[in-house]
């Protein structure tokens, strides 16, 4: 059993930090004593139902959690802020607790956990999550340029050289990690954890799919659940769907959204959509799969540039453990080789209106796979299973403990 601090900067009220932080940490916390800092929203402090219920829930699986208002602006003097008040409180909460692991969740969290590491030499995992820099500049909000991209990425190499542990989302990630030059010397090994899912939640809610007629203009729902903007090349999906339209004229986009909604009703609108084929949700994290069951097969499209060859998307394990295939596109982590490797969905080569459309053709026969249901929940467990990442993690925990 090993005494764990877990530092994430995504708040636990968050969807993400619900799916992809507590629903991790509930079940390591069986095995090992957790106590776990994170940066919640305003807004979400507000909350005041929801926030008494999670932290019963929490308090219940034995887990200490501290709680600390994310501050978004000024950028750079906001994050300087919380780190030192990161810092501040986990040197305070490891030698109370006796702390021998930090669990840092990214980079802001490993700038925490490299300070706490460098003052009172405590191990630490680097739990990258992707390349944050090359997020930035990908995403237009850093030049490659800048003083802070640069310091950024010097950071990053302090963090692969004196972790204890790194962690990768992809086999390609990994791999591009490796090919750093701080990294060529190195005999360090990086473990690969994917996004994983709760497929107790994600998980078929309906036995057997309904046999298709491609003759027949059949009520099709197309499924998108999460964010839009940025990464998400919502405007290729919106093209997807039309190609849909084409094809199956009752068709309709079914769309789990928190808080974008006007902005994806004015994208439908620029595109000549009738807001009739549409529909838009917002659902507690637990409803996620509810939803996604009404579906006949989930869609993202992610911008596949040089950061995202380490991404691997929350939806894509949610779709895949309710049974639904999947349409995606090239240059996203592991994506193509899971999909079409293991034939339980369709790749975009490019986003031209012909792969559009074959991409909508190619997605509609596979549907008519009479396995098709069974063959993603099957892949959904050997790649996206949480019990299979709890593992990994329980493996790197009780090994730094014992060394």
Same mark, same amino acid.
């Given at each position: 059993?090993?005494?764990?601090?877990?530092?994430?900067?995504?708040?636990?009220?968050? #969807?993400? =930090?619900?799916?992809?932080?507590?629903?991790?940490?509930?079940?390591?916390?069986?095995?090992?004593?957790?106590?776990?800092?994170? %940066?919640?929203?305003?807004?979400?402090?507000?909350?005041?139902?929801?926030?008494?219920?999670?932290?019963?829930?929490?308090?219940?699986?034995?887990?200490?959690?501290?709680?600390?208002?994310?501050?978004?602006?000024?950028?750079?003097?906001?994050?300087?802020?919380?780190?030192?008040?990161?810092?501040?409180? =986990?040197?305070?909460?490891?030698?109370?607790?006796?702390?021998?692991?930090?669990?840092?969740?990214?980079?802001? #969290?490993?700038?925490?956990? @490299?300070?706490?590491?460098?003052? @009172?030499?405590?191990? %630490?995992?680097?739990?990258?999550?992707?390349?944050?820099?090359?997020?930035?500049?990908?995403?237009?909000?850093?030049?490659?340029?800048?003083?802070?991209?640069?310091?950024?990425?010097?950071?990053? &190499?302090?963090?692969?050289?004196?972790?204890?542990?790194?962690?990768?989302?992809?086999?390609?990630?990994?791999?591009?990690?490796?090919?750093?030059?701080?990294?060529?010397?190195?005999?360090?090994?990086?473990?690969?954890? #994917?996004?994983?899912?709760?497929?107790?939640?994600?998980?078929?809610?309906?036995?057997?799919?309904?046999?298709?007629?491609?003759?027949?203009?059949?009520?099709?729902?197309?499924?998108?659940?999460?964010?839009?903007?940025?990464?998400?090349?919502?405007?290729?999906?919106?093209?997807?769907?039309?190609? @849909?339209? +084409?094809?199956?004229?009752?068709?309709?986009?079914?769309?789990?959204?928190? =808080?974008?909604?006007?902005? *994806?009703?004015?994208?439908?609108?620029?595109? =000549?959509?009738?807001?009739?084929?549409?529909?838009?949700?917002?659902?507690?994290?637990?409803?996620?799969?509810?939803?996604?069951?009404?579906?006949?097969?989930?869609?993202?499209?992610?911008?596949?540039?040089?950061?995202?060859?380490?991404?691997?998307?929350?939806?894509?394990?949610?779709?895949?453990? &309710?049974?639904? #295939? &999947?349409?995606?596109? %090239?240059?996203?982590?592991?994506?193509?080789?899971?999909?079409?490797?293991?034939?339980?969905?369709?790749?975009?080569?490019? %986003?031209?209106?012909?792969?559009?459309?074959?991409?909508?053709?190619?997605?509609?026969?596979? *549907? +008519?796979?009479?396995?098709?249901?069974?063959?993603?929940?099957?892949?959904?467990?050997?790649?996206?299973?949480?019990?299979?990442?709890?593992?990994?993690?329980?493996? *790197?925990?009780?090994?730094?403990?014992?060394?």
């Amino acid at each position: 059993m090993a005494r764990v601090l877990y530092i994430t900067y995504d708040g636990l009220m968050e #969807p993400l =930090g619900m799916s992809q932080v507590w629903q991790y940490l509930k079940v390591l916390s069986k095995n090992n004593t957790i106590t776990i800092i994170s %940066f919640e929203k305003s807004a979400d402090f507000l909350d005041k139902d929801r926030l008494s219920y999670l932290c019963n829930e929490i308090e219940s699986y034995g887990v200490s959690w501290h709680r600390l208002k994310y501050h978004k602006t000024p950028s750079i003097m906001a994050t300087a802020y919380d780190i030192v008040r990161a810092i501040l409180l =986990g040197v305070f909460i490891v030698k109370k607790s006796k702390i021998e692991i930090i669990h840092a969740r990214s980079y802001v #969290p490993a700038l925490v956990a @490299l300070v706490i590491n460098k003052l @009172l030499n405590i191990k %630490f995992i680097f739990d990258m999550r992707g390349f944050w820099a090359d997020e930035k500049v990908d995403g237009e909000a850093w030049s490659k340029n800048s003083l802070v991209y640069k310091i950024t990425k010097k950071l990053e &190499c302090g963090f692969l050289t004196n972790a204890s542990s790194i962690v990768s989302l992809t086999n390609i990630g990994r791999n591009d990690v490796l090919s750093l030059d701080c990294m060529k010397n190195t005999r360090k090994k990086i473990v690969v954890i #994917p996004t994983c899912v709760n497929l107790q939640l994600f998980q078929q809610q309906h036995l057997k799919m309904p046999v298709y007629n491609s003759d027949l203009d059949h009520h099709f729902i197309l499924g998108y659940v999460g964010s839009v903007g940025t990464f998400y090349l919502f405007d290729e999906v919106l093209k997807s769907f039309k190609a @849909l339209l +084409k094809v199956k004229k009752n068709s309709k986009l079914l769309i789990i959204n928190k =808080g974008q909604h006007e902005y *994806i009703l004015n994208k439908i609108s620029d595109m =000549g959509i009738s807001e009739s084929h549409v529909e838009i949700k917002s659902v507690a994290y637990d409803k996620v799969a509810v939803e996604i069951s009404r579906m006949d097969a989930g869609i993202f499209y992610i911008k596949p540039v040089f950061s995202k060859r380490s991404s691997s998307p929350t939806k894509f394990g949610e779709f895949l453990g &309710c049974g639904k #295939p &999947c349409i995606s596109n %090239f240059g996203v982590g592991d994506t193509e080789s899971v999909l079409e490797g293991e034939n339980v969905g369709i790749v975009l080569k490019s %986003f031209s209106e012909s792969e559009h459309v074959e991409g909508i053709n190619r997605l509609l026969e596979l *549907i +008519k796979d009479k396995n098709i249901q069974e063959r993603c929940t099957q892949v959904a467990k050997a790649h996206f299973s949480l019990g299979l990442g709890v593992e990994k993690y329980n493996n *790197i925990y009780k090994q730094l403990v014992d060394k």
